[in-house]
């Protein structure tokens, strides 16, 4: 009965007015101020994107050149991007988007990553680099610290880039892929200054680790590993899928069985098993 | 003119938002991974700040001090703001789309960043306002200064900080210190440089 009175009588209702009324004042003006501005500035969202967004993988690992999914997406509405740009997407959601947009279903069939250097210790140094652990810092020293031009430098740029963690460098100072968790983004193909990381069909068994195009004697100066171009693979290979360009075996894989042959024949191991 | 400086090395350098208020750290430490990203934040900021104080301080001198409800200031600024930003963005997104692109998400982010609410309440406290600018009388010109440069000061300690992170994140820091912890540290010695600017006495 106490606290009653005392509320009662301490309450000042036409200062709650005021409160009440400056709120709401303030509420409406802005909620008015807010509609018009909207219906001013009011922009068509183009349908389009947001369908074709739904469809996409959504992974925003920026592989396809652009920011992030919804910029592929707009940039797919409108005609500028190929939808083989992107590597993460299902075939049969790509189908669903390319109903959607209107263009042409590019048929690509899935890739993998593939780093083309098996040098890392095996290649020779140019000098001892001591700095940021980073290629892209390392680059900058004299095009990187190994003899070989177009050598894997171990730095780490492509670990660190990868949004899916499928890269990594073991002791033997090259990266290696994952082929079973890459999904094939191309961010790291992006990133490396020495581009030395490759896409190859993820069906591919074999792939040369080299792509260092000079002859024999350069190449055996700065690698021990590193291709001499002797063109044993292509001559042994049954199925003629190897054909040699510029000292470097390019390989065919769809006439390409995996029966090994070039991995037993090659002198310097320099075809991997993928 | 002599005022107009005051107030750019106040709001900028001695009472720097993030380094000597301690205000919109969250961004200041989410955002600043990359210079590009942290100056879209500091630009968006800035705007936000000066459309603010644009707004609040005559709602606060013409509004709430007659009807002597200034205990509303904190209800009413937070409200002034989150409308501020909802219409901005919409206004930005239709008339500036690459302006839009470069802030990006971090508008609407704003929304409720102490750093905003921070400098309007800070303008329109005049006692302190005066003897911090060294001035007679306090106006809207002053305000709206103040909160451009209070902008000012917060965009230029994010993008420092973003390039010393960028730095940071390639050194070879131990273990244990690796990532957020080096950024505290960094962030702490950056406080501790802003912190001379109150040594100095303007005269």
Known sequence: MQSMIILSATIQWNKVGMVLGIIAGLAILFG????????????????KVTAILSHLAGANCGGCGHSGCSGFAESLACGKA???????????????????????????????????????????????????EDC???????????????????????????????????????????????????????????VVIDRIPAKAKVYVACNNHCKAKEVMSVCKVGCIGCGMCARSCPHGAITMVDNIPVFDYDKCTGCMTCVEKCPRNIIKVH | MGNFLMIIIMAVFVNNFILVQFLGICPFLGVSKQTGNALGMGLAVTLVMTMTCLITYPIYQFILVPLGLQYLEIIVFIFVIASL????????????????????????????????????????????????????????????????????????????MSGLRQKIDKLDVAPALKGFPITMIAASFMAMAFYIFNMISIG
Do not use: W
């Open chain 2, 85 to 160: 930003v909802q219409m901005i963005e919409k206004f930005i997104k239709k008339f500036s789309p690459s302006l839009y692109n470069a802030m990006g998400v971090y508008l609407p982010l704003i929304t409720t960043n102490c750093a905003v609410l921070g400098v309007a309440e800070l303008v329109i406290d005049k006692a302190q306002m005066l003897s911090l600018l060294g001035i007679e009388s306090m106006n809207i010109g002053v305000a709206v200064g103040y909160g451009f440069f209070a902008g000012v000061g917060f965009t230029l300690a994010i993008v420092l």
């Open chain 1, 136 to 194: 892209i810092n390392q680059v900058v020293i004299m095009g990187g610290d190994k003899l070989c031009s177009t050598a894997c430098l171990g730095g780490g740029t492509c670990v660190k880039v990868c949004p899916v963690g499928a890269i990594k460098i073991d002791g033997d100072g090259v990266a290696h892929v994952d082929k079973s968790i890459c999904i094939s983004c191309g961010a790291c193909i992006g990133k490396c200054p020495k």
């Open chain 1, 82 to 132: 190929c939808i083989g740009d992107c590597k993460v997407t299902s075939k049969e959601e790509k189908e669903i988007i390319c109903k959607i947009a209107g263009i042409e279903m590019s048929d690509d069939e899935p890739t993998v990553a593939v780093v083309r250097c098996g040098g890392g210790v095996n290649a020779v140094d140019k000098f001892d680099y001591v700095g940021y």
């Open chain 1, 32 to 47: 008015i101020l807010i509609i018009v501005v909207t219906k001013v500035c009011h922009i068509e969202e183009d349908e």
